[in-house]
């Protein structure tokens, strides 16, 4: 089992960039997939972003396509977001998740094997 820890959020002008990076701990890091989900305030958790343990398969929520990029790093255990072209409606607390299922099991978001505890992202308008 992984554990992961989120880092990079903040506040940020409308419009502006943020990295976020999601660090996992444990030596089969390479047999999960990846992913990132977002919950606004007064929300439901949404799916954002997720790739297969080889970073050849991507998938992104519609509203982020062309924005967010999704990336990992096998070799060090991270999994990034990097978001662009930030909106106010992007402002939320955004998860790392981790499944041995792979990508299409994470864009469900059931049942997942692993979460992170959150990092808040602040979009200005």
């Known amino acids: 089992q992984v554990q992961l820890v989120e880092s990079g959020g903040g506040l940020v002008q409308a419009g502006g960039s943020l990295r976020l990076s999601c660090a996992a701990s444990g030596r089969t890091f390479s047999s999960y997939g990846m992913g990132w989900f977002r919950q606004a305030r007064g929300k439901d958790r949404e799916f954002v972003a997720a790739i297969a343990w080889s970073g050849g398969i991507k998938y992104y929520r519609e509203s982020v396509k062309g924005r967010f990029a999704i990336s990992r790093d096998n070799a060090k255990n991270t999994v990034d977001l990097q978001m662009n072209s930030l909106k106010p409606e992007d402002t939320a607390v955004y998860y790392c998740?981790?499944?041995?299922?792979?990508?299409?099991?994470?864009?469900?978001?059931?049942?997942?094997?692993?979460w992170g505890q959150g990092t808040l992202v602040t979009v200005s308008s």
């Open positions: 998740a981790a499944d041995r299922r792979g990508p299409v099991a994470i864009r469900m978001g059931n049942n997942l094997d692993a």
